[in-house]
């Protein structure tokens, strides 16, 4: 019963550059979270999506930043022409249910930008 | 104001000893839930406890106890018999049913446990 999975751990990128981050959900779960956690801080909130629905993404900053979670395959979260500050970590949770309840958190994933 | 707070930056015990982390939160909402997490220096997030606001009792999970005190809006967490592997950062977290799509985070405390 495998867990939330995100790839990948580690990514480095220069600045300008893409960043992609994929996160499959707990099998089930159908309800998916982005949080970014910047260096010696605690986790905020950026986007909360459902199945080809986004949910509510008012944590995502207004441009560069997009995600998706398709019908079919992982959600994603694409940072566009990146810059030093999305250095972070990245982490992807999920849940079954819409309530006050548990989130999955994968392992999530570190972006270094050069 | 925040969401949750997390006074401790950092906290050192001795092995075998217990050791309480603090957290306080502010909500108006009725119904919400308090979780712990650790995250140790590999990355990853644990979960450790959860504490709905309707429960009467004090959740325990283990070693880890959850001190809930609803008028004073704090859920401190005790961990008995520190071991060294309890070495890590701690983040107290709120999820509320209103807004249940956000989990507020503490700044969180890192615990160093001694030999």
């Known amino acids: 019963n495998a867990g939330v999975m995100q790839n990948p751990r580690h990514l480095v990128r220069r600045r300008g550059q893409e960043a992609r981050l994929r996160c499959s959900p707990m099998?089930?779960?159908?309800?998916v979270y982005w949080y970014r956690q910047l260096p010696e801080e605690g986790l905020k909130f950026m986007v909360y999506?459902?199945?080809?629905?986004?949910?509510?993404e008012s944590g995502m900053p207004k441009e560069r930043f997009s995600a998706e979670f398709p019908k079919e395959g992982p959600s994603i979260l694409r940072i566009q022409q990146v810059v030093r500050g999305d250095s972070a970590a990245y982490f992807c949770?999920?849940?079954?249910?819409?309530?006050?309840?548990?989130?999955?958190f994968g392992e999530g994933s570190r972006l270094t930008v050069l | 104001a925040q969401k949750i707070t997390q006074t401790q930056p950092g906290m050192f015990v001795q092995e075998k000893e217990a050791v309480t982390l603090d957290c306080t939160y502010d909500?108006?909402?009725?119904?919400?839930?308090l979780f712990w997490y650790k995250q140790p220096s590999s990355g990853e997030m644990i979960f450790l406890i959860y504490q709905g606001s309707y429960d009467q009792q004090n959740a325990t999970e283990g070693r880890y106890s959850l001190n809930f005190q609803k008028a004073r809006k704090s859920a401190n967490l005790v961990i008995s018999a520190s071991q060294l592997g309890d070495s890590a950062m701690y983040f107290c977290a709120m999820r509320e049913a209103y807004n249940f799509n956000k989990f507020y985070f503490g700044s969180g405390t890192k615990l160093n446990v001694k030999p």
């Open positions: 999506l459902q199945k080809e629905n986004i949910i509510d």
């Open positions: 099998k089930g779960h159908s309800h």
């Open positions: 909500t108006s909402d009725p119904s919400y839930g």
């Open positions: 949770a999920s849940s079954g249910s819409v309530d006050t309840g548990e989130l999955f």
